[in-house]
């Protein structure tokens, strides 16, 4: 019995996620989560690293998002972001961003 436990509380958990990812709304104009995010400094050294392909299509989707929220639209739902299909493309170039501000600051200090 206590095996099944963290498998319903995982199950719960991953209903929850999905709800609330729909509920946030910027999949309806077919934005991913890593394109909400707010640009600092840290963000945009990120978005700079992207590979051109990457940052190509990141515009897009922000272009498409601009246009659709200027008409009061939204896609239609064949072609809303799935929470399944929104990859954390900018997160890898993030975190090398910031370990390496980071790592400034820590060579700053001696």
Known sequence: ???RAPAATSRLLVGFR????NACG???IGLMRDDTLHEDSDVKEAVRRLPEQ???????RLK???DL???QQVLPK???TKYEEDAHYLEPYLEEVV???????EWAKK
Do not use: G, H, I, P
């Open 1 to 3: 019995m206590a095996s």
């Open 78 to 80: 064949d072609q809303w």
């Open 69 to 71: 929220s200027m008409k």
């Open 18 to 21: 999905k709800w609330y990812y």
């Open 54 to 60: 990457v940052y190509n299509d990141r515009m897009f």
């Open 26 to 28: 910027f999949n309806k």
């Open 64 to 66: 498409r998002a601009l």
């Open 99 to 105: 370990r390496e501000r980071k790592e400034k600051e």
